[in-house]
């Protein structure tokens, strides 16, 4: 504290420095005139009377100094003063000044926005109190192959009471019809079990929530709604609490409203998306009674108790999966070997955008980094123009240290300019980079330019002004004055150690240029190759237009309870939909039908179940299986390769049928024929499904895998209830949705239609993660080689300005002009190679580093590394040829008068 | 020369605040006058120090300061203690007194005095 005081106190007086310097020397005035005075009347001549009081006094300006030295801060003081000197340098040069701000402002801009993004992403991913307490629950059975089946109830409960945790909390994730509203509409909910809003610790903005202590088995019938739906659907209605609603026929009541801010947890937009939480118990109606071996599939989010460490939590839940396995033997089979992980929420909602995220922001460090060697660059060109005024300074006693700080604060006053200038330029372009950001993207809504991203931005400044502020700094501390004065006096090449150091900045520069290219290259190719790969599906015209069928928790209420009753529906949609203008062919499918839709087993995974493949105690693979109706395979252009297709006699009086994928067949039925063969989804019912065909793989699933196994069945015999209505023709985007809704709802007025999109947009959506950061990484890379570039012809142009003496004494030896050409080209390629050379191993480090990203490509390409080698190295040779002809054009006559 | 003691830190500055308490507002000048004139030749300071130092007590709060007219007519700074001051003053008195008793009896103390 008493420090604190003290430096308040300096700094108040370094405030008010005039006024007490002032007083000072009006006392001291003062003081000397009395005792002159006095001396006079002891008689002293006038001049000696001054001469004793002066002596008697002391020395006026050293104890002035020595005042301000202890009452202020002289460190402040000589910053300002270095500070206003370095305004005037700036001011002095404009044009030297501009560029290097603006390059500054480029790198650091293009730093803070990429961070702004991770800031938001991968800093921040969770927006609730303590996050660092949420963990998500995954099981494994590793014995049988299979990944994250998910909790039986018995086991959440188990887990309840184990005390490593406060609340766990399961939910799953669905939609459903609500009604009542002036348009049905489909809504995103989730099913939650009561204290699920008390794990993430959020609060609503009316009304209450869950009592997370409520035991109700099944649904509880309380909701609690979005801010948007509550204005959407509802016209933000204060009374609306205690209302009710119907979803899906059934009635619930509006017990809350979250705020405008909340944000479900979860990664894809649908989780984003939710607006609509229905508390349930999972023990009751409509779910099947609480059983061990009855996983749910459902996700389960727990919050630690206070104090356990992610690790420590693990350690207890391995102890209690393990006593849990000796309790229940028959449940827990040893070679399935049932684990049990926890893992960090913020990490499972980040999940596949790290490694995009991390390169980008590397690849826009090195932006940044080339950047500041070329400044650093320019401010050496500039030392040894300054050289004079540093030798002028130092002989006159200047100390070295003094010096290097002056040329710091020129710096840093550089760099902070700089970032100011790039923040503003961040803040004009904001919108437009927002746009640019995939919408994949987690937590998109949160990114903004914050505190921490502006507090990012000033340390990246300061960082970046130290880092090309050492150069010049470091050789003004060791320039010798003497030599320098004398060598300025002659006005000849200035020191090899100056040279040396721009050379060693440009190979620098070269190198990490040429790694963000490599890196652009392989991405570019990733892209093509993936751009240009069979999808095994034409989704050229073709538009899909989604409505869902309710599902009631009472099955007497569902109106298309079995696969007749919903036929008929299916039958007339079509039939009505092929009647629409333009329309050429229809089909159905479900959500699992629809093409990029969704990932691997996240819809509606089954158990796959093979007759003659049965191993007790193993637990069966689970697979995905679309619903689809016959018209499908031909709509979307998917070809058959053995056996048939669905056809119209297929119905549910009839035995069901299965259409599988070659994957599936290679991977489920290796070394058999499977046509014929027989397997069910689910255990309880009795009849087998007969294998009828196999397909060609297409990429449906995910545009990087055109091996994903698929199954498909049939929609007359399965009756599913998140359809999907496929229709290809020459369709006018805008009136299909609107005519599509008044047809199916002239068949049940009930039903909500909505979420059509063109089927090449998904394709073009689904590459746009993948564009963002190719296109990022780009931009960076033609950044970095046009800096690069500057940086060469800078040094080059710089070395043939201080040889134009020697070249003149060559040429008028006799040299031949094609030879000095050749001479300082040479010059510039030997950096260019040295810096290729480094710049090759870096970028094979870097590249195998981002394996991931890449697609089709090999992570040593030699044709992009030896592409890129080239190219950047006839850079190089271009930039240096603009000085080679300025040196092969010297008049050596001139040149030697110049002296 | 080599006779005069150096001023010990802080001690100027119980010296100025002790002629203040004493003898009521006095510009610098007298202040110097005045520790000159009590030490004698025993003490080697500087006059020029003390200025810095009126300042410094000034901005602790300890002295106040008004310019009016002095003896002779010119316009002068005058300093008085403050409450503060006195309240410092009486302290380090204490402490200075304190300080000398405890050294005293130091010295006054024997080898047979221990035994």
Known sequence: MRFLRRFLERLANFASRRRADQRLREEMEDHLALQTEENLRDGMPLAEARRQAVLKFGAVQ?????????????????????????????????????????????????????????????????????????????????????????????????????????????????????????????????????????????????????????????????????????????????????????????????????????RDQGRTTEERNTELWAAVGFAGDPLPPPQRDARLRLESTARLTPGLTIEAAQSRLDALVASLQKQYPADYPLQSAWTVRLVPLSESVVGNVRQPLVLLLGAVALVLLIGCVNVANLQLARASARGREMAVRQALGAARSRLVRQLLTESLLLSLLGGIAGIALLFCLKGTLLRMVPESLPRLNDISISWSVLLFALGVSV??????????????????????????????????????????????????????????????????????????????????????????????????????????????????????????????????????????????????????????????????????????????????????LFTDSDVDTTPSVAVINEAMARTYWPNEDPMGKHFKLRPTTPAWTTVVGIVANARSESLEDANSPEMYLNAYQRHPKDLAIFLRGRLDPAAIPLEVREQVQSVDRELPVFGARMLPDVVTGALAQRRFSMGAVLLFALTALLLAGLGIYGTISYVVGERTREIGVRIALGAQRKSILGMVLRKGLKLAVVGALMGLVAA???????????????????????????????????????????????DPIIALRYE | MGEKSDVRQGTLALMVLKTLDVLGPLHGYGIARRIEQISGDLLAVNQGTLYPLLLKLEHEGSIDSERGPSENNRKARYYRLTAAGRRQLQAETRGWEQTAAIMARFFEVKAEDLS
């Open chain 1, 62 to 262: 050293t104890i002035r100094e020595g005042y301000h030295g202890e009452q202020s801060l002289p460190f402040a003081e000589s910053l300002l003063q270095d500070l206003r000197y370095a305004f005037r340098q700036l001011a002095n040069s404009p044009g030297f000044a501009s560029i290097a701000i603006l390059t500054v402002a480029l790198g650091i801009g293009a730093t803070t926005a990429i961070y702004s993004v991770v800031d938001a992403t991968l800093l921040h991913p969770l927006p609730y109190p303590h996050p660092e307490q949420l963990v998500r629950i995954q099981d494994d059975l590793p014995g049988a192959g299979a990944r994250d089946v998910g909790l039986s109830v018995p086991e959440w409960w188990d887990l309840q009471h184990s005390g490593i945790f406060q609340y766990v909390s399961m939910q799953g994730a669905g939609s459903a019809n609500l009604t009542g509203a002036s348009q049905p509409a489909r809504i995103i909910f989730k099913p939650v079990s009561p204290n699920y809003f008390a794990v993430l610790g959020a609060k609503p903005q009316l009304g209450r929530l869950f009592d997370p202590q409520d035991r109700t088995p099944g649904f509880t019938l309380e909701v609690v709604i979005s801010d948007g739906l509550w204005k959407r659907a509802f016209g933000a209605d204060p009374k609306i609490l205690g209302r009710s609603l119907r979803l899906d026929n059934d009635t619930y009541r509006v017990i809350g409203i979250m705020p405008a801010g909340f």
């Open chain 1, 463 to 644: 960082l970046a002004g130290t880092i090309f502020g050492m150069a010049p700094a470091f050789q003004a501390g060791l320039a010798d004055p003497s030599q320098m004065l004398r060598q300025e006096g002659r006005g000849s090449k200035g020191s090899t150690a100056q040279t040396r150091t721009r050379s060693a900045l440009v190979v620098s520069e070269f190198a990490l240029s040429l790694v963000l290219m490599i890196a652009a290259g392989l991405l570019l190719r990733s892209f093509w190759n993936l751009y240009n790969e069979r999808l095994g599906f034409d989704p050229r015209n073709v538009m899909t237009v989604q409505t869902w069928l309710p599902i009631p928790n009472d099955p007497k209420t569902d109106i298309y309870g079995t696969a007749a009753q919903e036929s008929t529906l299916l039958r007339e949609i079509l039939r009505r939909a092929r009647s629409l203008p333009g329309v050429e062919e229809v089909a159905v499918g479900d959500l699992e039908a629809l093409p990029l839709g969704h990932g691997h087993n996240d819809l509606n995974p089954f158990p796959l179940l093979r007759e003659g493949h049965e191993t007790p105690g193993k637990e069966p693979p689970i697979v995905d299986a679309a619903v689809v109706s016959p018209e499908y395979f031909h709509l979307l252009g998917m070809t058959l390769q053995r056996g048939r």
């Open chain 1, 844 to 890: 094979l480090i870097v590249s195998h580093l981002m394996t991931g990203l890449l697609y089709g490509v090999s992570p040593s390409d030699p044709l992009t590394f030896l592409g890129l080698t080239i190219v950047l190295t006839t850079v190089a040779l271009a930039a240096c040829y603009i000085p080679a002809r300025r040196a092969m054009r010297v």
